[in-house]
């Protein structure tokens, strides 16, 4: 519907477009193009699993408490949709797998502020291979609830050391969760960032690589308060009040739906190519915006 109707119009000259922005007359060009961005609202989460790997080799100790206050932050995002959850720690060494939980809806804020600092310290820092290990093994079983959606949190200052690529990673975990909804979230030093170096493994490359696959950007862990941003990181528990568009747009030719009906709640915000929704879609909703451009 929604492209049908920019079609009419670019084609049709002196269209007013309305908006919460103000009137604008929109003439036809033939130097234009149509363009759609489109999301889905995150669907009602019914229950959550939760597993956070921490790479706890002596240069990450001092990260214990960040990661603790993170995931307590995170804790008030999930709980704003469900009070069915639970989380799980592990280390990143597949050879000493430490791991500590589950930890509910009902552990005090202390016992998920300790719990990255009661984890074993370990040397390795394999984040895909210990993920995979321990999901397959014992613990893993008996932590993961088959029908709960899922999140992965990799917490490293340092690269990816297994032999596993980040998208045959993906690619198994793609498969590992068939059916249900899952995300990651990525905490690592990043190309270009606050502590990146020459030495050959202290950027995390593969890390930044899966979080690019799933079309998000890793956290730095040398910025300050990555925790905040840490909770405020998945798709999973961020309610969608924003879109950001792909392309710039002619401001008169935006026209926004919302499950396939036009809305006038809205605004464009041009210094961040922005379309802010007055009103927070319901949980699945299809949101859609279209827009002219003009084609150099």
């Known amino acids: 519907m929604i492209w049908k ?4 119009l670019i084609l049709t000259a002196g269209i007013l477009v309305t908006g919460c922005t103000p009137d604008y007359q929109f003439t036809e060009s ?30 990450m100790r001092d990260n214990d408490t ?24 592990i280390t990143m060494d597949s050879n000493y797998l430490s791991y500590i939980g589950p930890y509910d809806s009902s552990a005090s804020s202390i016992d998920l502020l300790l719990a ?3 984890l074993s310290s370990t040397s390795g820092e394999a984040g895909f291979e210990a993920t995979y290990v321990f999901l397959v093994s014992e613990d893993g079983i008996s932590f993961r609830r088959p029908e709960a959606d899922f999140l992965l949190f990799l917490v ?20 590992f969760f068939n059916g249900i909804q899952h995300d990651i979230t990525v905490v690592t030093t990043t190309p270009g960032g606050e ?25 730095d862990i040398c910025e300050e308060d990555w925790e905040v941003w840490l909770s405020e990181s998945s798709f999973l528990t961020q309610m969608i009040s924003s879109i950001q568009l792909s392309q710039t747009p002619i401001p008169a030719s935006i026209i926004v739906y919302v499950n396939h009906e036009s809305i006038y709640g809205w605004s464009y915000e041009e210094a961040s190519n922005t379309v802010i929704l007055d009103t927070t879609p319901y949980y699945g909703s299809l949101i859609e915006v279209g827009y002219a451009v003009i084609i150099e």
């Open 66 to 89: 960040t990661v603790g206050t993170g995931i307590e932050l995170f804790r008030s995002d999930i709980e704003s949709l469900t009070s069915d959850y639970q989380f799980g720690f």
């Open 156 to 175: 490293s200052d340092e690269e990816e050391q297994s032999s596993i690529t980040a998208q045959i990673f993906y690619e198994w975990l793609q498969e």
């Open 30 to 59: 033939e130097n234009t193009q149509v363009i759609i961005d489109s999301t889905f609202q995150v669907d009602k989460i019914g229950s959550l699993d939760v597993l956070v790997v921490i790479d706890t080799s002596g240069s």
């Open 5 to 8: 109707y920019l079609r009419i």
């Open 195 to 219: 502590c990146s170096s020459d030495w050959e493994n202290a950027t995390g490359y593969k890390y930044v690589e899966l979080a690019n696959i799933y079309n998000k950007d890793a956290i």
């Open 116 to 118: 990255p600092s009661l």
